[in-house]
């Protein structure tokens, strides 16, 4: 059973900054990925980045690329999620997701085995 817990959500003005962190637990072995969704109020939850934890393979979704940086600590099961430029559009409840099937498409929710609570981010004036 994996588990994972997000953290360092919160509220931030236009063009500001935010960390997001993953902390996952659990049997991470074989062809481990950990991503990052975000859902807005009345949106779907749509993928932000992905990580694959032995592979080091990134991938961000077009919005993202440029101002948001995925990155891990394997040895304190930890990923990251560095947010820049943020814009009010980026707001959010962000979630820490783990799929444990090799490679997927990271873009889809049904792709990922475990999820997070969740933590959310607010980018306002």
């Known amino acids: 059973v994996v588990r994972l817990v997000e953290s360092g959500g919160g509220s931030a003005q236009p063009g500001g900054s935010l960390r997001l962190s993953c902390a996952y637990s659990?049997?991470?072995?074989?062809?481990?990925?950990l991503g990052w969704f975000r859902q807005a109020p009345g949106k779907e939850r749509e993928a932000v980045a992905c990580?694959?934890?032995?592979?080091?393979?990134?991938f961000y979704d077009d919005y993202v690329k440029g101002r948001f940086i995925i990155s891990k600590h394997n040895a304190q099961k930890m990923v990251y999620l560095q947010m820049s430029q943020l814009k009010p559009e980026d707001s959010g409840v962000y979630y820490c997701?783990?799929?444990?099937?090799?490679?997927?498409?990271?873009?889809?929710?049904?792709?990922?085995?475990?999820w997070g609570q969740g933590t959310q981010v607010t980018v306002s004036s």
């Open positions: 997701a783990a799929s444990w099937r090799g490679w997927v498409p990271w873009r889809k929710v049904d792709s990922y085995d475990a």
């Open positions: 659990g049997n991470t072995g074989g062809s481990y990925l």
């Open positions: 990580i694959y934890l032995q592979s080091d393979q990134i």
